[in-house]
């Protein structure tokens, strides 16, 4: 059996030459493209927002958490909730938190419910409106993730 390969490939030696050529040139093109992405690496973006709500000694509230789990120091211009066009954000604490975040750093916003509800109802919305955590970056990019709709924040009671 294997002298029969062997000698089916003695006589076919173009075509055991095509066959190795391909299989270079596809390592090849594995190499080269893995090569890239280890070099685009230290300069990955990411940014990861959640929102929530927490029960204080003050009350009900909601908040929005901001976590930098790229490989690149990211600074944020915007941090809040979206409802539609608009981005909510809480004027009272936005120059005192965090907004150069380095590798691995997470900075945070509250919100009262009271001001968050009032907001929203001057805002004039249906219940079904969606209301996204949101963020952005000094580059223009936005991150953002689902956190409720109009209709279930209004539901919290403080």
Known sequence: MIEEIITWCNSNNGFATILLSALTLLVSIIAIIVSIRTARLPYKKKLIVSGGSFISAGGIGLYITATNVGNRQLKISNIGF???KHVYINTHTIHESQII???GEVTS???DIND???AI????LNGST??????KDTEG???KKYFSKVSQVAKFKQ
């Open 121 to 124: 109802f001057d805002m004039q």
């Open 101 to 103: 975040l380095g590798q």
């Open 116 to 118: 968050f509800k009032k």
């Open 109 to 111: 916003q509250y919100y």
């Open 130 to 135: 969606k209301i996204y955590a949101y963020a």
């Open 82 to 84: 979206q409802i539609q």
């Open 141 to 143: 990019k936005e991150y």
